[in-house]
């Protein structure tokens, strides 16, 4: 199996962790080669998770709009609210075929902390998640759902007490740990094999999508948009499309309060001046100050919030097959507001990245032009946040991007 | 052949075994590094291996985060460590290796770190996340310079150690558990077994570390590898003493003269 995309990706680790990372390959292999392993994943996302996602065609959307016709990809529509559950399914089979009764995991806002939480209890497996302390206190509830869910979570005080360092630490749990434990991770980031498993257990999301614009208008769109943090939901959108390279994949990143201020999550833009580096066992596109420390991310959504980009998406960048487009905080929101009042429609903040910049493109389309747009959770998560910006307004926004 | 290679074999032939001590680099502050280093060199360190605080060190327990955070927090750059470690040369022939994580070295230049090391005096790069496999990412510019990158070995390597350690240089840095630096379990059950097995699959000096702290420890780990690294029992002691060096000579003293009896 390639371990690099292009110069990106490989496994950066400590050599505690190779024997570990080459098992999972040789499993993750031997698994996705046998029948009844896929066809149990594919079991599970149907019957449990509730795919297939509708491609629904938001009407008053395009007519506000006035441009091209907007297709939306209802990857919120998932039980757990949003695309994590796809990966989290075929990881934590993946750990119960390895024989594995422990499933770790890290979670920044609690999503894929919640997804894992869920998996590890339908399957009747003990599960440990990792959280900056930060977040535990700003996502109050998510956590306590983890706990209902019967996951231990453990608040991370190092570092900058967020996403990056809850990861960290579940990667120093795993090393110690890795012969009875089987480690979660939420994005296509990491080591090899991760970044590869992870778009494989999300191409779901495209298979589905070229299946359906297929035979609702019998070609392929124009133009494809999702949101990038790590990268896993527009990796697993983008992949099945890679070689139909008149459709043009643009990925989101998020400018929190725009690139000049530097609070932002913005690697792969050229403004934002990412570096390459080696960050949490891959070589990727970094934010880093002049001494190589990492610089934390800054966004209004927490699931953006990442220093680093997945190593495939730092390769569809060099080579020019996907565009990297920004859209801050205030951006975001009004995306967030055009689709909940337009389509009745709650939308993750991260999803709203995305909406927000193909809404802004699509004005500037031609009316037989398609666009989708991932729509990778649902927003009930956000109201809180959302709650608090309506409050405070424009003040409200930056402190609550901190 | 790379001077802390040949200090370690020198040791060896003497029928010696090496102690090898850590410190973070600016921890408490970088003004007294170079005392701190120099307490190193006192009390009995054959080798003195320097941590370049990285935000993100994988391979770390808590107490070489802290020291590193710490550090970090006083915006610490690379050049007053390098600028340190060339003062501490002036004085000392005791041979330098840096604890580094590959980000820093990428970021800095590869080229540009590799002969920074070689001006200043420094042997040898013990990178945590830089497994056999990822070596070329810097190999050819440290090989360039001179600048030995030190294997590792972990209870877990297997089979790999009969090509791991091909092309190492100066020792094999054996883990002695699984985890992270410092001790929060026992060592690995296996562990004389897999040091046996890094020996029969090279002839390069072997060091063990992670977690030791004791006299003992340093008594029994010499029992099966030529040398013992001390890094996180120290930091310790320089948090505790808030980095009074006469209290960290004496204590490195303590651990480094129990491998004379």
């Keep these: 199996m390639k371990k690099k995309f292009g110069e990106f990706g490989g496994q ?154 809850a990861t960290n630490e579940a990667i120093r749990e795993w090393v110690k740990r890795a012969e009875d434990t089987f480690y979660v991770i939420g994005s296509v980031v990491g080591p090899h094999p991760y970044p590869t498993m992870v778009r494989d257990f999300q191409r779901v999301i495209g298979d589905e999508t070229r299946r359906q614009i297929l035979e609702k208008e019998g070609r392929l769109p124009d133009r494809i948009y999702a949101c990038v943090g790590g990268g896993s939901n527009s990796m697993g959108m983008f992949y099945p499309f890679l070689d139909d390279t008149q ?63 997945g190593p495939e998406h730092a390769h569809l960048n060099h080579i020019k097959r996907a565009r990297y487009e920004v859209v801050t905080d205030q951006e975001a929101l009004e995306g967030f507001e055009i689709l909940t009042r337009t389509e009745g429609i709650i939308p993750a903040l991260e999803s709203s990245h995305a909406i927000a910049c193909a809404l802004k493109e699509a004005a500037a389309m031609p009316k037989d032009s398609i666009i989708v747009i991932n729509v990778s959770g649902r927003g009930d998560k956000d109201t809180h946040t959302i709650m608090e910006y309506y409050k405070q307004g424009k003040s409200g926004l930056e402190s609550l991007n901190k | 052949m790379n001077p802390l290679e040949r200090r370690l074999r020198d040791l060896r032939a003497q029928g010696k075994k090496g102690f090898i001590g850590y410190l973070t680099a600016g921890d408490p502050s970088i003004a007294e590094t170079l005392g701190l280093m120099e307490a190193l060199d006192r009390g009995g360190c054959d080798v003195i291996e320097v941590g370049i605080p990285f935000s993100d060190p994988l391979a770390d327990g808590p107490v070489i985060q802290a020291a590193g955070q710490r550090a970090i927090e006083k915006d610490l750059g690379v050049e007053e460590i390098f600028q340190v470690v060339r003062r501490f040369k002036e004085k000392s022939g005791t041979p330098l290796a840096f604890l580094v994580y590959t980000n820093t070295i990428v970021v800095y230049g590869k080229d540009e770190f590799m002969r920074a090391c070689k001006e200043i005096g420094v042997d040898a790069l013990i990178v945590p996340d830089l497994p056999y496999e990822e070596q070329g990412e810097i190999k050819a510019e440290a090989d360039a310079a001179g600048i030995a990158l030190i294997p590792f070995a972990s209870p877990t390597s297997g089979d790999r150690l009969t090509y791991t350690l091909k092309e190492g240089e100066g020792f094999v840095y054996c883990v002695s558990s699984m985890g992270v630096t410092g001790r929060d379990s026992e060592f690995h059950k296996d562990l004389d077994k897999y040091i046996a097995a890094v020996k029969e699959n090279t002839d390069l000096p072997v060091a063990v570390g992670f977690g030791i702290s004791t006299r003992e420890d340093v008594v029994r780990m010499a029992g099966i590898a030529d040398a013992v690294i001390v890094g996180t029992a120290i930091v310790r002691k320089i948090e505790e003493s808030k980095g009074n060096p006469f209290v960290v000579e004496a204590f490195v003293r303590e651990l480094s003269s129990a491998l004379e009896s």
Excluded: W
């Design chain 1, 247 to 309: 459709v043009e994949l643009v990925g989101v990143e998020a400018g929190g309060l725009g690139i000049a201020s530097g609070k932002h999550a913005v690697v792969l833009h050229p403004e934002a001046k990412g570096t390459l580096g080696v960050f949490q066992g891959m070589k990727t596109i970094l934010l880093t100050d002049k001494n190589g420390n990492i610089i934390p991310a800054h966004s209004i959504s927490a699931g953006l919030d990442y220093p680093g980009v």
């Design chain 1, 12 to 165: 950066y680790v400590p050599e505690s962790l190779m024997m570990p990372l080459q098992e999972l390959e040789a499993a993750f292999i031997d698994a996705m080669a046998d029948p009844a392993f896929v066809k149990e994943y594919e079991y599970y996302l149907e019957e449990y998770a509730g795919r297939e996602t509708p491609l629904y065609y938001a009407k008053h959307l395009t007519e506000k709009t006035g441009g091209a016709k907007i297709y939306l990809k209802r990857e919120d529509l998932n039980h757990t609210g949003a695309h994590k559950i796809n990966n989290v399914l075929g990881q934590v089979l993946l750990a119960r075929r390895m024989g594995k009764k422990h499933v770790i995991a890290e979670t920044g806002a609690g999503q894929h902390g919640v997804a894992t939480a869920t998996a590890a209890a339908l399957f009747g497996m003990t599960c440990t998640v990792y959280m900056g302390e930060e977040d535990v206190h700003r996502q109050e509830l998510n956590v306590f759902r983890m706990q209902l869910l019967g996951a231990e979570v453990v608040p991370v005080v190092s570092g900058s007490k967020t996403l990056k360092d």
